[in-house]
């Protein structure tokens, strides 16, 4: 049976919302292409703070259950769900068949880190 505790649930919904500010921090510049690049820099690292201020605690409270591959490969499918939903909802960009193969193939190769 799962593991459903507060340290098994916490560092997901943690890298979840660190991954939103994290998104937009590294891509959101993306859709202002017309400004300086040292604003969008400024501002991706402005952005960014709130973004380790959520990954940092999620981390050490997931070391309660998780091995630090486990929490990297956590942290890396959050990522891709993000972004998939930030590329088409933001950047207004679509989603390819590939996209979809290659983010499937990457969730399977993650699953592999769970196994007993």
Do not use: D
Not at 10 to 18: D, E, T
Not at 49 to 70: K, W
Not at 85 to 108: C, D, M, R, W
Request: hydrophobic letters at 60%; a positive charge; aromatic letters at 18%.
């Amino acid at each position: 049976m799962p593991n459903f505790s507060p340290a098994a649930l916490w560092p997901i919904l943690l890298l979840s919302l660190s991954n939103v500010f994290m998104t937009f921090a590294w891509y959101g510049h993306l859709k202002y292409k017309t400004s300086p690049l040292w604003i969008a820099i400024v501002a991706s690292w402005g952005i960014a703070f709130f973004e380790y201020c959520l990954a940092v605690p999620a981390n050490r409270i997931g070391a309660e259950v998780y091995s630090a591959a486990q929490l990297k490969t956590i942290q890396e499918v959050i990522t891709l769900i993000v972004f998939s939903g930030f590329s088409v909802f933001f950047l207004k960009e679509s989603l390819t068949i590939n996209h979809v193969i290659g983010f499937a193939l990457i969730a399977a190769g993650a699953a592999f880190v769970f196994r007993g």
